[in-house]
């Protein structure tokens, strides 16, 4: 099987239709745990192991709302990366927060396996195929982010946080939109 640098085995990511029938999906069995990893996968990029060690308490305000952004330092890069904490993120995390009695207890006691089966179910029963994992929601985000970015890999790179452009590219699979297009007025010249 490939890998990517650092051992994670290749998965694929979902387009943004695929991610909001996984969401809606989620809802409707009204397990407010598993939506809200999903919903915090899919918007915010972050690694499972980022995911995992998140609280409560990192969302908070001083007022004790849920802030509009978060600082996380990544676990693998050690680099500290601010996130917006998209809408739909928010909801999910005001809905659970009212299952949750201590606000710096982890957010999901589970592990990373358990995560990793839990995306697998998810994809299988809205009859999604390929291979997923946990890092499917992180390369979901990437790809969704890229498309949305106008095809910008600096940008999309800062906001992921690859430490380049080409890192991104070759995450996603793409090929820069300038690339392409010299690609194809070569086939059309001959």
Known sequence: MERYKGGAKRVDSLTGKQAKLILTYLKGLGNKRNVLLWTLGITTGLRISDLLSLRLSDFLTAEGGVAESITVHEQKTGNGRTILVAPVAREALEAYRETITDADAKLFSITREQARRLVKAWTGDCGLKGRFGTHTMRKT????????????????????????????????GRKPASELNIWDAVAKTF
């Open 141 to 172: 985000f990437a790809t969704v982010a890229y498309d949305n970015s106008g095809g910008d890999p600096v940008t999309t790179a800062r906001v992921t946080g690859h430490s380049n452009p080409s890192q991104l590219l070759a995450y996603i």
